[in-house]
Structures are given as structure tokens and as C-alpha cells.
């Protein structure tokens, strides 16, 4: 299976903070890299597909990028909205599997 | 508006089966891959197996394949997780999800695997 090293496993940060969440393929997985939020008690919700596109309803400060078999996803100014667990997950090879989670908290 | 909704979660016997389902509206579901994911209590999550539209291809993560089967019925909207020999190890929220890309969730049906 493709292990995705997320990191960190938990971030605090400040309101208008630009935060980074990064994903690490252990293999190439192409642009195969999904980002989820998890909001504490929801289920998770589709942020990034195809490594670089926005989801439908998805704000223009989340954005995906990649750099050979690392992964990150960027918010450019945090707002209390984006509190909670960030998940990527690879599809590119079966199974697909999640990163860790990144648990993210407002300081 | 799309909407998944899971059912047949609740509290269960090791070794014991049980069926979940999910009902799926506000889409053409017969034109989608569906798929399952779990989420232990204040773990991550964990991919489970994904089917086709017309059933004909159906992946599984490995280490389930021999206890989970997904099926779906597009004449009923509905995809199903039977879950077979449950350990205290799948007490879990199952979520399922549709297409490859997991776009859009339902709210989730806790299983609780318990003596």
C-alpha cells in the first residue's frame, strides 16, 4: 500500500494566519491527492481534487499544490471556520489511503 | 441537493453480522461509483471498498475483503456494507460516499461492536 505522511499531526494558529498542511507519498501518485476537512462532529468534506482543483463552495483561500511526491495544502488567511481535522488521501493505487490527520486549533 | 443517508448502525455482538445501508438522493445515482469509509472513536479515517456503476468491479481494502461485501441497487438509490465476524476492532462510524473521489458524505452510522 502508499503510506501519506501528513504533518503536523496538529497545528495552532492565528486568525488572517496563512497555515501550510503538507502530505508526503511514499511513492508517485501523479495529481491522485484528494484534501477532506473534518469540523468536529461532521463528516468530512471535500476541499481539493486532482491535487490543485477547488471543490464546488470551496473558499478561494484553501489551494492545493505539489512538488514531486509532496502534497500541501495552503489557507491563505484562516478564518474560525477552518477549525478541525484536515485528511489527503491518494487514489492513485488501490487501496486508496489517508494521511494521518492534521488536527488544526486556533492560538 | 445531494444527500446520503446511512442506516442500520447500532449496537452489535462480536462475531455477529450486520447490513448498513444508504440512501442516496438528489443525484443520478446510477451514473456514480459509491463508496464506504470508517472512522474509529477519535481515530482517522480508513478507507473501506468502493463499487462500480453497474456493480461489475467492487474493490476492497485488503485486510476486509474477507468480512465486508458492498452491494448497491440503483432501482433503489441505495448502496449496502454487509459486515460479517464484527470484532470490537469495527466499532466505528461507517460514512459512504460518492464517487472515486469521495465528493460528497453522508452524516455517518455508528456500529458499535460490544458484548
Known amino acids: 500500500d502508499i503510506q501519506m505522511t501528513q504533518s503536523p499531526a496538529s497545528l495552532s494558529a492565528s486568525l488572517e494566519e496563512i497555515v501550510t498542511i503538507t502530505c508526503q507519498a511514499s511513492?508517485?501518485?501523479?495529481?491522485?491527492l484528494s484534501w477532506y476537512q473534518q469540523k468536529p462532529g461532521k463528516s468530512p468534506q471535500l476541499l481539493i481534487y486532482?491535487?490543485?482543483s477547488l471543490a464546488d463552495g470551496v473558499p478561494s483561500r484553501f489551494s492545493g499544490s505539489r512538488s514531486g511526491t509532496q502534497y500541501s495544502l495552503k489557507i491563505s488567511r484562516l478564518q474560525v471556520e477552518d477549525i478541525g481535522i484536515y485528511y489527503c488521501?491518494?487514489?492513485?493505487?488501490?487501496?486508496?489511503?489517508f494521511g494521518g490527520g492534521t488536527k488544526l486549533e486556533l492560538k | 441537493e445531494v444527500k446520503l443517508v446511512e442506516s442500520g448502525g447500532g449496537l452489535v455482538q462480536p462475531g455477529r453480522s450486520l447490513k448498513l445501508s444508504c440512501a442516496a438522493s438528489?443525484?443520478?445515482?446510477?451514473?456514480?461509483?459509491m463508496g464506504w469509509v470508517r472512522q474509529a472513536p477519535g481515530k482517522g479515517l480508513e478507507w473501506i471498498g468502493e463499487?462500480?456503476?453497474?456493480?461489475?468491479?467492487?474493490n476492497y481494502t485488503p485486510s476486509l475483503k474477507d468480512k465486508f461485501t458492498i452491494s448497491r441497487d440503483n432501482a433503489q438509490n441505495t448502496l449496502y456494507l454487509q459486515m460479517s465476524k464484527l470484532g470490537s476492532e469495527d466499532t466505528a462510524i461507517y460514512y459512504c460516499?460518492?464517487?472515486?473521489?469521495?465528493?460528497?458524505w453522508g452524516q455517518g452510522t455508528l456500529v458499535t461492536v460490544s458484548s
Open positions: 463499487i462500480n456503476q453497474d456493480s461489475s468491479t467492487i
Open positions: 511513492q508517485d501518485i501523479g495529481n491522485w
Open positions: 460516499a460518492r464517487g472515486r473521489s469521495l465528493a460528497y
Open positions: 438528489g443525484f443520478s445515482f446510477n451514473d456514480y461509483w
Open positions: 488521501l491518494q487514489a492513485y493505487s488501490a487501496p486508496p489511503t
Open positions: 486532482g491535487a490543485t
